[in-house]
């Protein structure tokens, strides 16, 4: 599904992506872990077409990409955002979000494609005229996954879609993301600063630090901090939490 | 408290210029030589001008005027700058560069004067001085436009539209203009006060509407000479114009803080 | 001996809308955690403890601080506030080592000079390396890490007896919050203040505090001692315990 090699990607003067080669399988799920710089964010951005200055080879779905993406790229490749609040238009009313990429791309069927998208996540047809202030951050969330699968992709991007939500509502997400992947012939790749989230959903995962991959491990020995890369060591360490000196 | 005290103004000044034939005591062209320069009384409330026409039915008939220019350059100016704003902050590089120079060429030069040099070259009259103003009076809302999209053009909903494959072009017209549209408002009332003086500026000169329309800026350019001795005659209709003004700041002011919070 | 924080009957109300409900609560000098979700009111108790509510806010009920009612003039000297991100808690006009200084004039009444040293000594000790050299910086130009230690050592510049501090570490990466947590632990410990610990992660606030109060759309719902903490009776915080994501081979 996915063929990156030697990306590199820069924030005007810095370079945040360095080197970066990877490979997804078609239906795997593949996990990217790093803090708050490491360029996690970036690459993703890279892959889904969002950001621009970026050099090396990728292949997403048997196509090379080069800057630009092809009209239709929105129906093989689909992405969430982390920021609930930010990632719906504040004017727009559920239903009118969702339909959004269907007018776009000319797909028919609208209502009934609506309704059932948001029965797939867990909310019911009272939504459809509500407006993003009027939901709450899991509710938001759910609507941005519904958005996402509109226009049934082969590759869902997944940009820390937890980390602004609660423990409670983080763990219902999760687990719809689950239900979603079983249900569907997908391939997930999702970014996030927490070991465990992405222990919890993924097969395989790569932990990121300054723009570079240190190490990729399976979701097995991402558990049991089974790793070889120093920061990574460290970073799985910070991830079991704090302990109490006296 | 702003808002409403601006838009009861507005309001009432718009009833007025509306039903001017019923509320009006005498036609703005009815002229009395013999009532001439009568000073304000219970005949004639505002008092009479140098050719016998009631004060207050021409201040009446002069809104109709007045409003009516500010509506045209209302209707006129903001669609252009709220469309030009937009896409300079939206797709930025040399699209924003050429437009936002375009932009501050027209509002690096004084207003009333190219007010002025377009209607003289136009010719005076209603049409051309709505012209004139709106020509002059477009910038500031693609200036404020322009710095609604460029907060916008990073957000996460606009990425999600990009990458459902809508064009650059609808998503400025379906997603980012709409957002914009309330700081254009604000900005809208916050500019009318000006469009009132400009206009009334240009009736002062001579140049908008001609006699016997009755215009404010007009009324003050012919009752200036009375000034000493009938001041009612200029007095009036100039403080019909500050009435005005004022009231549009206010609602423009008002408006601002109370679409604000909302957006946040 | 009375209780360094006391809050009796405290309700906090905006509008119609109660969002602090009838919370009672009292500690020495112990760590005390308050954990709950988004909008269970936590912050906003913390906010009413220190007089710091918005002016739409109507609050009943009382604060005593080591026996004396809450004054404002306690702000800053006997109790200290630190909040989440530093970048929007810290004045972004002065630089880190004025603001300190500051602090130090106001509270402990040192002159320019010795208030500069302090400050400097002060940024020192909460483990900044070149603390000279961030005395002169603005809060924008620090990492996260670094803004919260200027944060912790400018609030405990003035010896504080209570500190209450709203999820200080939830805006940082977990490998530099370990650090801040670690000092925090440090200073609570050495300068025998109390803590209140306002957070919504249950494990941080298990393992760093002495006693755990649970809050939920603006009440406590359970009180018990940290180690306790597997063993709740309440749903809710059963519910909170079963949500939490574990790194668990």
Partial sequence: ?246 | MTVKLGASIVVLAALLALAAPLLAPYGPDAQSLADRLQQPGSAHWLGTDELGRDILSRLIYGARVTLGIVALVSVVTAPIGLLVGCVAGYFGSWVEAVLMRVTDVFLALPRLILALAFVAALGPGIVNAVLAIAIVSWPPYARVARAESLTLRHAEFIDAARLAGASGGRIVLRHIMPLCLPSVIVRMSLDMAGVILIAAGLGFLGLGAQPPTAEWGAMIASGRQYMLDHWWVAAMPGIAIAVLSLAFNLLGDGLRDWLDPKQR | MTDLLAVDNLSVRFGDCAVVRDVSLAMRRERVGIVGESGAGKSMLGRAIMGLLPSAATMTGSVAIDGAPFAPAMRGGTVALILQDPRFSLNPAMTIGDQIAEVLRRHRGMSGRAARREAVAGLDAVRIRDPEQVYGKYPHQLSGGMGQRAMIAMMLAPNPALLIADEPTSALDASVAGGVLALLDDEVTKRGMGILFISHDLDLVANFCDRVLVMKDGAIVEALPARDLPNARHPYTRQLLAARLRLEA
Avoid at chain 1, 77 to 83: L, P, R
Avoid at chain 1, 101 to 117: H, K, N, S, W
Avoid at chain 1, 144 to 173: C, F, G, H, N, Y
């Fill in chain 1, 1 to 246: 599904m996915i063929e990156a090699r030697d990306i590199a990607a820069r924030h005007g003067d810095n370079t945040v992506v360095r080197g970066v080669s990877f490979e997804v399988a078609d239906g795997e799920s593949f996990g990217v872990v790093g803090e708050s710089g490491s360029g996690k964010s970036t690459l993703l951005r890279v892959i889904a077409g969002l950001h621009r200055d970026w050099s090396g080879e990728l292949t997403v779905a048997g196509e090379k990409q080069r800057s630009d993406r092809k009209r239709d790229f929105g129906r093989v490749v689909s992405m969430v955002f982390q920021d609930p609040y930010g990632s719906l238009h504040p004017r727009q009313t559920v239903a009118r979000a969702l339909a959004e990429p269907l007018i776009v791309q000319g797909v028919g069927d609208i209502d009934a494609r609506i309704d059932a998208a948001l029965r797939d996540v867990g909310l019911d047809s009272a939504h459809r005229t509500r407006y993003p202030h009027q939901l709450s951050g899991g509710q938001r969330q759910r609507v941005a996954i519904a958005r996402s699968l509109m226009l049934e992709p082969k590759l869902l991007l997944l940009d820390e879609p937890t980390s602004a939500l609660d423990a409670s509502v983080q763990a219902d997400i999760l687990a719809l993301l689950r239900r979603v992947r079983e249900e569907r012939d997908m391939s997930f790749v999702l970014v996030s600063h927490s070991l465990a989230v992405v222990a919890a959903l993924f097969e395989r995962a790569a932990v990121m630090h300054d723009g570079s991959v240190v190490e990729t491990v399976s979701a097995a020995d991402l558990r049991r901090g089974n790793l070889h890369d120093a920061y990574a060591r460290e970073l799985f360490a910070a991830s079991r939490g704090f302990r109490r000196a006296g």
